[in-house]
């Protein structure tokens, strides 16, 4: 017999042919897979694309140079469904940003999920007190984005994700150049950002202004000519003797003709306006020489404090409006639009927060013991809400008839420092104050990334219709392969 039609030989052939199956098989799945991490293509057929990154998001990663940690420092296991679903809107996101934010083989954002209660080290260095808040990390700069920011909610009710906005906004904020600068004025007995006092300092409020990147700087106006050119916001909290006529027009002049932004916030004092009327009554405002009093037991705090559950819509109440949020402050003046104000189109003005209907203001509060209304001369409150508003912003507008956005100045007035102050600086309180200096500064007010609907889905069966869905699922998919089965096996004997 010869050699190749030997069973040695066909043995050896066939050893041979196996091997050679195996190495094809192999090197076929090695170059796919080097094919998929090389060259990747992703189609997202979901109807809201809801995992896709929008095109303006992607422009700004294409631009970052520095690398970006983000930390989800959710609960891992949610206690219910609604943090959940927050949960996982929030890790799916942060996988679309981590995987259009590689560059080459190194990725320029990565991330970490944290549990807060097991790396408490870890969560004190970045700041965290709380879960459900994720953490943008760039270097030394943070920015923290919390639940409450991904979320768009009418009547209590999710309606919108936002969180592509919100991660965005972070994500310009830790990698830009430079930081927006605050300044803080002083010489006129104003709460400083240095001070640690319980009821007159802001170093509290100072620590959180610098943990969102914020640069935070002194300013006396009567020892400068010009107020600097990179002031993205002035703040005068709780000033206490009047400012000279000189430095009101300094302060109209960088509101006026540089679009500038100022925050005020006037107490209760013996100098009604400060020496800040014409200022004022230019954006159409009057600080009220009353202090308010609520007689009302349930919105008033153990400590006598002003419990305000009034809100108006705005970006910066907003979520107050929507999470029933309240606020609280001690001694208050009311701050309402003025009345006899001429007409303006290019000024909006909205009062954003007030007291309860029963609430008025006492104008003889400095001589009488116990507040008592008096008709005719105390300041009462209406039926509109908010009624005798604590906190108004006024801010130009361009012409409705301009086909183009023109820059203009804002100034926001509170009738209370104490919201500032370090022992009043929680809850709400804080919400707010952040809130307010974002939006005199225009912070994310850039971005024109769409929010993505919330989808919700709800099958009605009656309980005729449950059971004869829980028949054919137990019997006719299984009947129906068997009988498929039947079919195959009888057709074979045939």
Not at 307 to 322: L, Q, S
Not at 358 to 373: I, K, L, M, N, V
Request: hydrophobic share 40%; glycine share 6%.
């Amino acid at each position: 017999m010869h050699w190749p039609d030997s069973f040695q030989a066909n043995r050896r052939l066939r050893t041979a042919n196996l091997v050679l199956q195996a190495v094809l098989f192999l090197t076929l799945f090695g170059g796919i897979n080097y094919l998929a991490l090389r060259y990747t293509w992703r189609f997202d057929l979901t109807r809201n694309r809801f995992f896709s990154l929008s095109a303006e998001t992607r422009s700004y990663l294409e631009k970052i140079k520095d690398p970006v940690q983000i930390v989800v420092a959710f609960d891992p296991q949610p206690e219910t469904e609604e943090d959940a679903q927050a949960r996982r809107d929030v890790t799916s996101l942060v996988r679309e940003y981590t995987y259009a934010g590689r560059s080459g083989t190194r990725p320029l954002i990565t991330s970490e999920e944290l549990d807060v209660y097991r790396d408490t080290r870890r969560a004190a260095a970045l700041g965290i007190a709380g879960r459900n808040v994720v953490v943008f990390v760039c270097g030394d700069r943070r920015r923290y984005v919390s639940r409450a920011d991904l979320y768009q909610i009418e009547n209590g009710e999710k309606r919108a994700f936002i969180g592509e906005r919100a991660f965005t906004a972070a994500l310009l904020d830790v990698t830009a150049a430079t930081k927006q600068k605050l300044y803080f004025l002083t010489g006129h007995g104003e709460m400083e950002p240095g001070s640690v006092a319980a009821d007159r300092g802001l170093s509290q409020l100072r620590d959180e202004l610098r943990a969102r990147n914020y640069d935070i700087d002194l300013l006396d106006l009567a020892k400068t000519r010009r107020l600097p050119d990179d002031a993205a916001l002035i703040l005068a909290i709780g000033p206490r003797t009047p400012y000279l006529p000189e430095e009101q027009d300094k302060l109209r002049d960088f509101l006026a003709h540089r679009s500038g932004r100022l925050l005020l916030a006037l107490e209760p004092t013996n100098s009604p306006n400060l020496g800040l009327d014409q200022l004022l009554l230019d954006w159409g405002i009057r600080a009220e020489d009353v202090l308010l009093v609520e007689p009302n037991a349930q919105d008033r705090s153990e400590s006598g404090e002003i419990i305000f559950r009034h809100f108006a819509v705005h970006p910066i109440t907003k979520i107050f409006v929507d999470n029933q949020i309240p606020i609280m402050a001690g001694l208050v003046r009311v701050v309402r639009p003025e009345p006899n104000r001429p007409a303006d189109a290019t000024l909006k003005i909205t009062s954003l927060v007030g007291a309860s209907p029963a609430a008025w203001g006492e104008r003889t509060f400095r001589h009488a013991s116990t507040a008592q209304y008096d008709p005719g001369v105390d300041l009462k409150g209406t039926t509109n809400a908010p009624s005798l508003p604590v906190g108004i912003v006024s801010e130009r507008v361009t012409a409705a008839n301009l086909p183009f956005s023109v820059r203009g100045g804002r100034l926001l007035v509170f009738g209370m420092a104490d919201l500032f102050a370090n022992n009043g600086l929680d809850g709400g309180n804080l919400v707010l104050a952040r809130n307010a200096i974002d939006w005199a500064t225009e912070r994310d007010t850039q971005l024109n990334i769409p929010p993505r609907p919330v989808a919700k889905f709800q099958l009605t069966l009656s309980e005729i219709e449950l059971y004869k869905l829980r028949l054919g699922l137990l019997l006719a998919v299984p009947g129906a392969v068997a009988l498929l089965g039947l079919c195959v096996y009888w057709s074979r004997r045939s």
